[in-house]
């Protein structure tokens, strides 16, 4: 069902040799470019003829009116409300806590810099459809581009047939609960260029961002420049390092997790014990029998991204890991927090037998919405931070530019750009060659 990979004794690059999600999101763009293309120059009545053909759903329009949200949310489960409402408070708690206050240095006596932080002015959130509903990442996104200040935020999510061309109703439930009432059923690609370029009532967008498929991906990674994206989102995957004091049954049911989102999402167990990884392999045959999506969790853990990899040592695994860079990190050993503070590469770490991936997908507080595909190396979650641009203001006074002058000018005669040097010089009774 899932196969073994043993690095023990390797001193090559792990990166290498682990197990990744194939996913060619360069070979999508030539697919994507015609829609987004067609999008700009025809805008809303391409979406709704885009919409027809790829999601099977005729529209008399794009946005959802007020009263859909309303309602989706007054016919909410119960639960599901409660829920939501603790998910959404636990986010707000966290991401409240990401602000940034501006900072002024006084570099010297007359001469300051500040560092303003400045939100987006407009984003355009995605929420996937598709196989599941995901009111989650109405959270997830909506929350932290609030605590920015955002002041214009839509979501879109792709049109459901069942539900009469509307996205699915806790999806509008969540934009409603969190006081959202610009809402688009639009998905994929042609979704991505509504933000990028504008159409009908849909305004242009500063920034995209959330999680979608290849089509979602490829279009971010086409309009990049044209919008703002936060990350090209692959398939979620987790790893976790494990040694022989973890429950095999915790280890299974959390590669389970995962594996139920998608064929392509990767679950790998790093472990040292051969002992842990045979009864983790006991566990998956049970779990995933008795499991709903049974085969598509058997198809995600049986493909080339899933894996168990057996290192020499905690130390040797904790390099793997950090190579592997994972959306979701999960660290069950008996010294979880030490090892856990040893981390450098994960989009977010769980530690120890309490804190499953799927704690933080809706009630940790923590950002769902996570760097894929080794990423991780150079690209953070979503956040505050997100939607935050910092500005820097420079202001000197006359005495604290003269005495800098000469700095100034030097650095532009090295770079062979005189005219910098001369609009210092010009402040002061100088000017250009030969008017002096």
Known sequence: MISRIDLRGSAGDPRELLPRA??????????VRPICEDVRERGTEALLELTERFDGVRLSGIRVPRAELDSALAALDPAVRAALEESIERARRVHADQRRADTTTRVVPGGTVTERWVPVD????YVPGGRAAYP???VMNVVPAQEAGVA??????????????LPHPTILAACALLGVDEVYAVGGAQAVAMFAYGAGRCERADMVTGPGNIWVASA???????IGIDAEAGPTEIAVLADETADPAYVAADLVSQAEHDVLAASVLVTPSTELAGKVEAELSARVAATRHRDRVADALGGRQ??????????????????YAAEHLEILTADASARAAAVRNAGAVFVGPYSPVSLGDYCAGSNHVLPTGGSAVHTAGLSVQTFLRGVHVVEYDRDALAAVAPHVAA?????????????????FGGGQEGAQ
């Open 152 to 165: 214009s935020l839509a979501v879109t999510s792709p049109p459901q047939a069942e539900f009469g061309g």
């Open 411 to 427: 650095l532009a005669e090295a770079e062979d750009l005189p005219a910098h040097g001369e609009a210092v010089a010009a402040r």
């Open 220 to 226: 971010k990674r086409l309009l990049k420049g044209v």
């Open 22 to 31: 194939e996913t060619d999101v360069s070979a999508a763009l030539d697919q």
């Open 136 to 138: 989650s990442s109405v």
């Open 306 to 323: 899933s894996g168990i990899v057996l290192v020499d040592d905690l130390d040797h695994g904790l390099a793997v890991v950090d190579a």
């Open 122 to 125: 407009r984003v355009g959130l």
